[in-house]
Nanobody, 115 residues
Framework: QVQLVESGGGLVQPGGSLRLSCAAS????????MGWYRQAAGKQRELVAT??????ITYKDSVKGRFTISRDNAKSTALQMNSLKPEDTAVYYC??????????WGQGTQVTVSS
């Protein structure tokens, strides 16, 4: 089983930047994909970015060129968010996919983009 803890959310003005971090513990040796989802109020959870253990990256179209996902090792991932827009406001969740497949989720961190 994998446990995930996010950090780095907060309030930022439009055009600003935030960096989210996610640390995994537990059965981390089985993780082959890590990523970020977000859920805005009243909307469905949506994929933001993923990165595989081999380094393959995918992004939601609306964040391409503004967000960058990275993976320091098998146990952590980060999401650098630049040029933030009000529509990026959401709770951001870290996720990890392990062999099985088994999906693990963090508790979420709030990102609010507002002037």
């Amino acid at each position: 089983q994998v446990q995930l803890v996010e950090s780095g959310g907060g309030l930022v003005q439009p055009g600003g930047s935030l960096r989210l971090s996610c640390a995994a513990s537990g059965s981390t040796f089985n993780i082959y994909v890590m990523g970020w989802y977000r859920q805005a109020a009243g909307k469905q959870r949506e994929l933001v970015a993923t990165i595989t253990s081999g380094g393959t990256i995918t992004y939601k179209d609306s964040v391409k060129g503004r967000f960058t996902i990275s993976r320091d090792n098998a146990k952590s991932t980060a999401l650098q968010m630049n040029s933030l827009k009000p529509e990026d406001t959401a709770v951001y969740y870290c996720t990890a996919v392990s062999r099985g497949p088994t999906y693990s989720w963090g508790q979420g961190t709030q990102v609010t983009v507002s002037s």
